[in-house]
């Protein structure tokens, strides 16, 4: 792969999935506030396990509080993962591609543990809009987020054989 068409496809992938971590954060953050704000009410006619329970969000299914749970997580490292996987794509050294390649590993390895909840949420039924939308943005990040990481590996391997 040439240096120049690597560089260009790793930058617009990490752009893309910048973009997508953050309004997977925004949705998510939505999500957990609107929970707190309504978990007092809905919770306070349930049974006590149902009451007790750590993570109950008043809508969707029982997936949805560990989807939204790891989505936060998956959308603000992701995000901080892509900001920083720019800077180090556009300096193109062995080092930086290095840090850029473990760390969207780590993303994609979080990703995926919200696409597989997304997934067994989408499974069980009953969402929201506002979930349905996250849910189909963390299965088109699990595919971007992959290529991305590919595309940063290549880069890796493209330095370490030109010896930049």
Known sequence: MASGSGKAAAILLLT???????IVA??????VNHALE????????????????PIFFPFGNMATGYFIIFSLIA????????????????????????????S????????????????????????ETHLRAMEIIMIVLSGTQLFCTGAIHAGVQDAVRRGL
């Open 75 to 102: 959308g603000a490292v992701g995000f901080i993962t892509s900001l920083t996987g720019i800077t180090n794509v556009i300096q193109w050294n062995v080092p930086n591609l290095h840090a850029a390649a473990s």
């Open 104 to 127: 969207s590993l780590t993303t994609w390895a979080l990703t995926l543990l919200a696409m597989g909840l997304a997934c067994k949420e989408i499974n069980i039924g009953w969402t």
């Open 26 to 31: 925004v949705i998510a953050s939505w999500a």
């Open 38 to 53: 309504k978990t007092h009410e809905a919770a306070s006619v349930l049974e006590i396990p149902a009451r007790i329970f």
């Open 16 to 22: 893309l999935n910048l973009v997508l971590y953050f």
